[in-house]
């Protein structure tokens, strides 16, 4: 089972496949994947942004903590005047732990424009890259239109195509009905010719020509009975003089030669 199964999941991967394959438009595939590279684009640019942003928000608190540093030094210096050490001594702790946190912001600040100058260049390499997607893709594009272009004239030329594969089936069935019928055409013109169709309309409803003969000789041998019988009834053939035939074996109706003389 394991074996059939693997090779049902095989066929099915393989009539998606084509299934997909015909489907796809490299044209759509190559503007989908530009619409990617875009927005991968755009979100470079806005970690540059946010990078930005925060460098922005450590240097104004470094400022602030100079200006803090510069004011605690002021205060040090006017309580040292006053001899006040103690205060002094508060206001240059201050000031000290105001300079290390000034320098960690400088650290951070740093490394903020490292990370930015990073995703700048990086930003540029991609936006190049992108530049030359757009352009080879649209190149592709215009190949992949003529292409398929010179696809269909060519099949449609040639009649290679399925829809015109279709019309020449539907042409030759077309050619070969009209062959058929001319043939049949031609048949009964010859038959028409040789006359058959007249002998057929002479024959009798269910008769054929051996019917016919059949019926004429019948015919003819009734038209000899009845010769034969006006000749016995009339005498001739029995070597009866030619006067009886005109009295026909009964009552002359002339007058014969010397007769009531």
Do not use: H
């Not at 394959?21 to 503007?31: F, Q, S, V, Y």
């Not at 490394?111 to 080879?136: H, N, P």
């Not at 049949?184 to 028409?192: D, K, Q, S, V, W």
């Not at 006006?230 to 003089?241: F, I, Q, R, T």
């Amino acid at each position: 089972m394991a074996g059939t199964s693997g090779r049902f999941t095989t066929m099915i991967k393989a009539k998606v496949n084509r299934l997909l394959d015909r489907a796809e438009d490299p044209g759509e595939t190559l503007d989908y994947s530009y619409t990617k590279q875009m927005e991968m684009l755009q979100n470079v640019k806005k970690g540059i942004a946010d990078v930005v942003t925060a460098k922005k928000r450590l240097q104004m608190q470094s400022s602030k903590l100079e200006q803090q540093v510069v004011k605690l030094d002021a205060q040090a210096r006017q309580a040292i005047g006053a001899g006040k050490e103690d205060l002094a001594r508060t206001a240059l702790e201050r000031k000290t732990l105001a300079q290390s946190e000034l320098q960690s912001l400088d650290t951070q600040v740093s490394e903020l424009e490292a990370q930015q100058q990073s995703l700048i260049d990086k930003e540029q390499k991609l936006r190049t890259k992108v530049e030359g997607f757009r352009t080879k893709k649209e190149v592709i594009k215009a190949q992949y239109s003529a292409a398929e272009a010179s696809v269909k004239i060519g099949e449609a030329a040639s009649g290679v195509g399925e829809e015109m594969a279709d019309v020449g089936l539907a042409m030759q069935r077309a050619v070969d009905k009209t062959e058929g019928m001319r043939a049949r055409a031609g048949a009964i013109e010859e038959l028409e010719a040789a006359g058959a169709f007249e002998d057929l309309t002479q024959l009798g409803e269910g008769q054929d020509d051996i019917d016919r003969q059949l019926a004429q000789l019948s015919s003819g041998e009734q038209v000899d009975d009845e010769m034969a019988k006006m000749k016995a009834e009339l005498g001739v053939g029995s070597g009866a003089p030619a006067g009886e035939l005109e009295s026909g074996g009964g009552p002359a109706t002339g007058r014969q030669p010397g007769a009531g003389q």
